[in-house]
């Protein structure tokens, strides 16, 4: 699960900590998993005290597993946000590549990219989730100008 907090101070965008919640497969239940990411999201929102979070809404492909599993974890997500009273807001692919590159068709790349340019950060965030992370709250400033 990829994450990325940011703040805006008068014109300026700032990282304040990004990253990827991950779990083990090998050992651990599927609810354990879903419980430790449970955990590990309510610490972040602790810490942070954001007003709102943005999340990618669920799309279906043709992996009907994989998207199960996203979805429970946007349902342990969308739990820890509601049970700290934080506003939830959802945007599409299409909507988050838009208010980052400019265009809805943008490749993964160029999105990286330009999170990287309007945070000035030295590197494109590792792992990729955590780019996604931070491009979707990105979009979320963006879209409340």
């Known amino acids: 699960v990829g994450y990325g907090v940011i703040e805006k101070r ?19 239940t599927t609810s354990h998993r879903l419980h430790e990411i449970y955990l590990r999201v309510s610490s972040l929102l602790r810490e942070y005290s954001p007003d709102e979070i943005a999340i990618e809404e669920l799309f279906f492909t043709k992996n009907v597993t994989s998207a199960i599993r996203v979805a429970e974890v946007r349902g342990v997500i969308l739990l820890a946000a ?7 807001v959802e945007y599409t692919p299409n909507q988050i590549k838009l208010a980052v590159s400019g265009s809805g068709r943008a ?9 990287r340019r309007i945070l000035k950060l030295d590197e494109i965030p590792k792992p990729d989730d955590a780019a996604d992370g931070l491009a979707i709250a990105l979009c979320h400033i963006h879209t409340l100008r």
Do not use: H, N
């Open 82 to 88: 509601e049970e700290q009273g934080i506003t939830i």
């Open 10 to 28: 008068e014109r300026e965008i700032l990282p304040l900590s990004y990253g990827c919640i991950e779990t083990s497969a090998r050992d651990r």
């Open 107 to 115: 490749k993964k790349e160029q999105v990286q990219d330009m999170v």
